[in-house]
């Protein structure tokens, strides 16, 4: 079974930073582009940021952009999203996702076919 796995969230004060991993489990990792969504309650789901399968490039939503960067490690079959001068309105459930994009890089969901079940971060004031 594919499974994609998060771990690393939870509760923490703004201005704090905090590193979310994903390990997947039944791909071919290097195969995919991976990315990392969010979803607050009541919003739909974003796009935070994107990487490609050798972690040649990398993309950004304009709201992370200089506080949050994506990496990935082949080996150990991870995607990591450190999230740094966190504000309360990152709260969300943030989820990765492995994507089959015949490009190098996407940031629409649609183009992600495999989902974790995500991990909760809650940024207090």
């Known amino acids: 079974q594919v499974q994609l796995v998060e771990s690393g969230g939870g509760l923490v004060q703004a201005g704090d930073s905090l590193r979310v991993s994903c390990v997947a489990a039944?791909?071919?990792?290097?195969?995919?582009?991976m990315g990392w969504f969010r979803q607050a309650p009541g919003k739909e789901r974003e796009f935070v940021a994107a990487?490609?399968?050798?972690?040649?490039?990398?993309y950004g939503a304009d709201s992370v952009k200089g506080r949050f960067t994506i990496s990935r490690d082949n080996a150990k079959n991870t995607v990591y999203l450190q999230m740094n001068s966190l504000k309360p309105d990152d709260t969300a459930v943030y989820y990765c996702a492995a994507g089959s994009y015949g490009g190098s890089i996407s940031s629409y969901a649609r183009h992600y076919v495999f989902w974790g079940q995500g991990t909760q971060v809650t940024v207090s004031s």
């Open positions: 039944g791909i071919t990792f290097s195969s995919y582009l």
């Open positions: 990487i490609d399968r050798s972690a040649t490039s990398t």
